[in-house]
């Protein structure tokens, strides 16, 4: 008998779909988009529609397992989980005892995204062990720093009011991969009439249909924003009434941003001086215009900067006040007014933190204590962190134990001590808000479990436990958690009562709230601040342009976008086709390179083995290696990763993923 449930998407994805799940038997059978909010409307992307392939596939964990060979080589043992927690919370006594809580570190980033599995029992856990703190900073580090610090907590316009758009700026974004949904949107605003601009160096399927695509070198974004608030201002298409009421460090801006020229910020970004005079045209005179502010332009070493930048030009042309007006960056800054944060239970104790970016480094040279357990969940840091090779090395050094909490034996996977099963979204609870589309589903389990995969609350509830730590009145299960979440916030009820009875849940200010009319910075003084003196100073000069890292021996960027069958690493496993490296027609010719050529991609960290794709659609003097690839799609077990360096953007520690520079050549 099969049946149909309510579900929700909580992957790292803006759309935040509502799912139709037929399950038969515990199984799931089919899932489809519903139509319980906007966006959605009844259809999902490939990889979620597959997703039986990745919970009943091959490569899932149903055990836990202890290494019974050398770290890698794939020898396991399968254990009880009371053997293997016991083995673990052993393990963290000991060390608590011998070099203090600080020698773990737990490692994770967004797995799902929800509420449940992102933090909840894990964070009370390693905060009342005192272990050493992670600084999430693999994504929206950078853009969450130089929105908060210019707009303070404000959402953004709604993805379902492009439709009113009459100009649609994506700026370092591939909705066609990583937001399907606003692509529909986007046409519908383009039959009414609306323009389209994209910014980025490579030929995305929107920049093929657009009126102008910017195909600017990576990291250059910078000098061409500040190059169009300039001419915003010198010729008279500021909105100094909007600037005068709204607006802190206007006079500071325009004074930072008269150092690039049209002609300057064009050359420095390989691109046309009068293309960039049409964007500032273009852009003064469209209204409604809204900028859709991607991830892909913050991932370099002005990546802060660049989006405070951007930011800023809606404010400065006056684009706020109506629908389809202003920006987006993240909506999950829309005013839910309850936190995740109040089921935790401990405060966050004042132990050393360590930049996720460079784990790497962390794990070779942290000293007092050094570190002797990294404990990784909801993150698969061998294919997703900067420097692999390092990451790699120092994950199997001897004196390090690594316990991973996954649904697939990922890269990451293979070099643990200790391997623990986990549950997948349709198996466990989730709370989860949109950072795209703003609301909020309570999705509760549809499925069996496969195996005896457990979730992040219930393993990290029973370590707890093992290691007495577990106070009276402790919120331990999800249901509890969820209760407790709702129970400290003064709409938590009236939240509550919405996901239960339309199982969806929308903020206080709406779905689609009007920046500027309906919701405003909640900055100290309600403005917004263009040159915010905290940024200011963590940037060391914000607005201050620092030059491509091009050296003669690594003259080529290399660019590292999402893939539209994996969001990041995860469902990696299900693919078959081995990674290619995409490249320009010119760079390729000069180096002798042909299409389908073996070759080697190297720099000063690594070197990647794979074919070689020639493309048009990547700019000169940039290639193309995707994010999330396995070490089984290359020829040589490394991919982007390797040639990532452990470095950080100006602002939020964010890493630099779009900030590598190599040379390529042809093997054999
Ligand atoms: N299918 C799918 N969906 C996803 C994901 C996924 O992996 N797969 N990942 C999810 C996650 S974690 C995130 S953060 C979002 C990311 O969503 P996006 O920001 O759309 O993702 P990216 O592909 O990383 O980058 C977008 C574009 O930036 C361009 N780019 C690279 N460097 C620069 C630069 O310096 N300047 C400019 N202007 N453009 C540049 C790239 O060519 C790319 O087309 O998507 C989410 N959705
Ligand atoms: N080269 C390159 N690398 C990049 C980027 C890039 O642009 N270029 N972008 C970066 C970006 S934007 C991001 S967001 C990061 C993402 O990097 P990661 O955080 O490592 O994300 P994923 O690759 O999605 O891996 C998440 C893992 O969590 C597991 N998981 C999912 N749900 C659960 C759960 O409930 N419990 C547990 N225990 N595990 C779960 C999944 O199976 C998956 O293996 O990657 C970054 N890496
Ligand atoms: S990954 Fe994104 S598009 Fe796909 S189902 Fe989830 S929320 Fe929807
Ligand atoms: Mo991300």
Same mark, same amino acid.
């Given at each position: ?15 935040? /779909? ?14 489809? =988009? ?52 016991? @083995? ?25 995204? =929800? ?10 856990? $390693? ?11 693999? /994504? ?55 323009? @389209? ?55 500071? @801006? ?24 049409? $964007? ?11 900028? +859709? ?26 684009? $706020? ?57 909801? /993150? ?111 709409? =938590? ?7 239960? $009875? ?9 779905? +689609? ?61 299900? +693919?078959?086709?081995? &990674? ?23 720099? &000063?960290?690594?070197?990647?083995? /794979? ?58």
């Amino acid at each position: 008998m099969s049946e149909h449930r309510h579900s929700a998407c909580p992957l790292d994805c803006p759309d935040l /779909c509502g799912l139709d799940v037929t399950v038969e038997n515990g199984r799931v059978i089919e899932v489809d =988009g519903d139509t319980r909010g906007p966006i959605t409307n009844g259809f999902i992307c490939g990889k979620v529609r597959k997703i039986a392939d990745h919970l009943y596939g091959d490569d899932r964990l149903k055990k836990p397992l202890v290494r019974a060979g050398a770290k890698g080589d794939g020898k396991w043992r399968e254990v009880s989980w009371d053997d293997a927690l016991g @083995l673990i919370a052993d393990r963290i006594a000991t060390i608590r005892a011998k070099a203090g809580g600080e020698a773990i570190l737990p490692y994770h980033y967004g797995g799902s995204n =929800g509420w449940l599995t992102e933090g909840a029992l894990a964070s009370r856990l $390693f905060r009342r062990i005192g272990a050493s703190q992670l600084l999430k900073t693999f /994504c929206a580090a950078a853009t969450t720093a130089a929105a908060r610090g210019l707009y303070g907590v404000m959402p953004g316009v709604a993805l379902e009011d492009y439709e009113h758009s009459k100009l649609i700026v994506l700026w370092g974004v591939n909705p066609s991969a990583t937001s399907i949904h606003l692509v529909p949107i986007i046409e519908r605003a383009r039959e009414q009439g609306a323009k @389209l601009v994209v910014v980025d160096p490579r030929r995305t399927p929107l920049a093929r249909r657009a009126d102008l695509h910017l195909a600017v070198r990576p990291g250059a974004d910078l000098p061409v924003a500040l190059a169009v608030i300039h001419a915003l201002f010198a010729r008279g298409f500021a909105d100094r009434e909007f600037l005068a009421k709204h607006a802190t460090g206007v006079e500071e @801006l325009a004074i930072r941003a008269a150092r690039w020229s049209i002609a300057d910020a064009a050359s420095e970004a390989g691109i046309e001086g009068r293309h960039l005079d049409k $964007f500032v045209d273009l852009y003064a005179r469209s209204t409604p215009a809204t900028i +859709r502010v991607g991830w892909g332009l913050e991932r370099n070493r002005n990546g802060g900067s660049a989006a405070a930048a951007i930011l800023a030009l809606p404010a400065i042309a006056g684009k $706020f006040g109506v629908r389809g007006g202003g920006y987006t960056m993240s909506n999950g800054d829309a005013r839910w007014t309850v936190s995740p944060e109040t089921a935790i239970e401990e405060p966050v104790p004042s132990t050393r933190t360590v930049n996720m970016a460079e784990l790497g480094n962390a794990l070779a040279t942290l000293r007092d204590p050094r570190l002797e357990m990294l404990f990784v969940y909801n /993150c698969n840091p061998v294919a997703t962190a900067p420097d692999q090779a390092t990451v790699v090395r120092e994950l199997m050094r001897d004196d390090l134990f690594v316990v991973v909490h996954e649904q697939v034996m990922t890269d990451t996977a293979r070099l643990a001590d200790v391997v623990l099963p986990s549950t997948a979204f349709l198996e466990h609870r989730e709370l989860r808000r949109g950072y795209g589309t703003m609301r909020m589903f309570d999705s509760p389990a549809v499925a069996t479990p496969v195996g005896e995969s457990r979730s992040n609350n219930q393993v990290f509830g029973a370590l707890l436990d093992k290691l007495g730590l577990v106070k009276p009145g402790d919120a331990m299960t999800d249901d509890e958690l969820v209760a407790k979440t709702f129970a400290a916030s003064p709409r =938590g009820g009236e939240l509550r009562t919405e996901l239960q $009875f339309r199982g969806v849940a929308f903020p206080p200010d709406g779905a +689609r709230p009007l920046p500027f009319v309906e919701v405003f910075p909640d900055t100290a003084d309600g403005k917004l601040h263009l040159v915010p003196e905290e940024l200011d100073h963590e940037a060391g000069g914000l607005y201050t342009y620092r030059a491509d890292p091009a050296t003669q021996a690594y003259p080529l960027a290399l660019i590292s976008p999402a893939l539209a069958t994996q969001v990041s690493s995860m469902f990696g496993q299900l +693919r078959k086709a081995p &990674a290619a490296l995409e490249m320009a027609p010119t760079d390729a010719t000069a180096r002798g390179i042909d299409d389908g050529d073996r070759v080697r991609i190297w720099n &000063a960290l690594g070197e990647v083995h /794979c074919r070689v794709r020639i493309s048009p659609d990547v700019r000169a003097g940039v290639c193309v290696l995707p994010k999330g690839l396995w070490r089984k799609h290359t020829d040589n077990g490394f991919t982007a990763n390797a040639l990532i360096p452990p470095t950080f953007a100006d602002l939020g520690g964010q890493a630099v993923y779009n900030d590598a520079r190599v040379e390529v050549a042809k093997l054999d």
